[in-house]
């Protein structure tokens, strides 16, 4: 039983494409997170859902636009896919906003050339 | 705002030896913590964690760790190191941003296992 499920776990595309991550997760939470880890491991925070509401948008460029049709799910489209963008994309979730810890999905690793 | 500072980008241990990560934080108020570990190609286990009380945590595979609040440090131990140990380790610390809670890490210190 996977707790926290990512698809695709990789995912090679070209410059200008849009593409989509899917996320879900079946722990019950409330919370849903996306993180970036770049190519030096370094891990940020993207977006932060709660009950399918966005509440955290870390500086991220409107090319990237999350979604999510339910709690237990937060998708994350991209557009116009740039070089840049390559990294892991990790999902998250947590049973509420507050301080408790977050379980992680697989990651998807997103490599654009 | 808060942050986290992991001072070794790689540490090399014998197996059967002890390991010490070091993990220092900088947050205004009372630190929520956590050690979390990425094992190659895989997504971020939890460890252990610190909310309050115990200063010493017990975590999973026999790892541990002790909050120091006079040395904001949340340094993470194991007394015997096994080679399956061999992973990247993130710190992080959870911390209020605009009325929410998120996770700020350090940039992580890779373990690696001589025989």
């Known amino acids: 039983d996977t707790a926290v499920s990512q698809t695709p776990k990789y995912l090679v595309t070209q410059m200008g494409n849009d593409k989509s991550i899917k996320c879900e997760q079946n722990?019950?939470?409330?919370?849903m997170y996306w993180y970036k880890q770049d190519s030096k491991k370094f891990l940020k925070i993207m977006f932060s859902?709660?009950?399918?509401?966005?509440?955290i948008n870390e500086t991220v460029p409107n090319r990237f636009s999350p979604k999510s049709p339910d709690k237990a799910h937060l998708n994350l489209h991209i557009n116009s896919l740039e070089l840049g963008d390559s990294a892991v994309y990790f999902c998250?979730?947590?049973?509420?906003?507050?301080?408790?810890?977050?379980?992680f999905g697989q990651g998807t690793r997103l490599t654009v050339v | 705002a808060q942050s986290v500072t992991q001072p070794d980008i790689h540490i090399t241990v014998s197996e059967g030896a002890s390991l010490e990560l070091r993990c220092n934080y900088s947050?205004?108020?009372?630190?929520?913590l956590f050690w979390y570990v990425q094992s190659p190609g895989q997504g971020l286990q939890l460890l252990l964690k610190?909310?309050?009380?115990?200063?010493l945590v017990q975590g999973i595979k026999g790892f541990e760790a002790e909050f120091k609040r006079s040395q904001s440090s949340f340094n993470l131990r194991k007394p015997s190191v096994h080679w399956s140990d061999a992973a990247e380790y993130f710190c992080?610390?959870?911390?209020?941003?605009?009325?929410?809670?998120?996770?700020?890490f350090g940039k992580g210190t890779m373990l690696l296992v001589s025989p």
């Open positions: 610190y909310f309050s009380g115990d200063t």
């Open positions: 947050y205004g108020a009372t630190p929520y």
């Open positions: 859902y709660n009950n399918k509401e966005l509440i």
């Open positions: 722990l019950g939470h409330d919370t």
């Open positions: 998250a979730s947590s049973s509420r906003q507050g301080h408790t810890e977050a379980f």
């Open positions: 992080a610390v959870g911390a209020m941003n605009s009325g929410y809670s998120t996770l700020t």
